[in-house]
């Protein structure tokens, strides 16, 4: 049974994804599987669980389909001080599930995915180069959603500004220095040196 659909003759849900994902987490709640409606074209991600008899045996699969535009929406807002920053999700396995880039999504995220630390690591911050740029990544593990929330930046992003700072904090300090000097020049020119020219025209 399925909610305002009507299965096309041929259709079995045992082989559906999400019927078979809910047999693979048994007992636990299905990680969440993500997809496109083929009709709406909307983002889903699909949830199951198993359904037992009196005997505890499998007698079926609840699934609960719910919508992504919103979680999409938030990870895809941009820092205009970090323009390489990114959000996305990971599955337990390194997927990648959820990106702004829609190429991005169900390839193999081997960068982040190999320096992430053992399960029992909630989250955390991470180090990692991929194609000759070194990263900056935080991760958060969802498990009952079997989700791994990434963002990361590229580290050129942040010491740019800090860069930036330091030259900033040097200048200031250089002119500061040029500035010093010259007023200690003109101090000991007024006091120091004129009367010491003065003694030496009287001389």
Not at 70 to 84: C, N
Request: glycine share 6%; no cysteine.
């Amino acid at each position: 049974m399925i909610n305002n659909y009507t299965p096309p003759a041929d259709f079995n849900a045992v082989d559906r994804p999400w019927y078979q994902a809910a047999l693979d987490m048994h007992p636990l709640i299905s990680d969440g599987m993500p997809y496109q409606d083929i009709i709406s074209k909307e983002w889903l991600v699909s949830f199951g669980k198993t359904l037992l008899n009196a005997n505890e045996e499998i007698i079926g699969v609840l699934s609960i389909d719910a919508g992504m535009d919103t979680i999409i929406e938030a990870l895809s807002v941009k820092d205009q001080h970090y323009p390489t920053v990114y959000n996305y999700v990971l599955n337990t396995q390194g997927m990648v599930l959820i990106h702004p880039d829609e190429g991005m999504r169900d390839t193999f995220h081997q960068g982040v995915y190999a320096h992430l630390p053992s399960a029992d690591v909630t989250r955390g911050s991470l180090n990692y180069r991929d194609e000759g740029r070194q990263f900056l990544a935080h991760f958060d593990r969802i498990e009952t959603l079997g989700w791994i929330v990434v963002t990361e930046v590229n580290l050129a992003d942040i010491r740019q500004p800090i860069m930036k700072t330091i030259i900033f904090t040097l200048l200031m300090i250089v002119t500061g220095s040029l500035l010093a000097t010259w007023l200690m020049s003109f101090v000991l020119s007024r006091h120091i040196i004129a009367p010491l020219k003065k003694l030496q025209n009287r001389v």
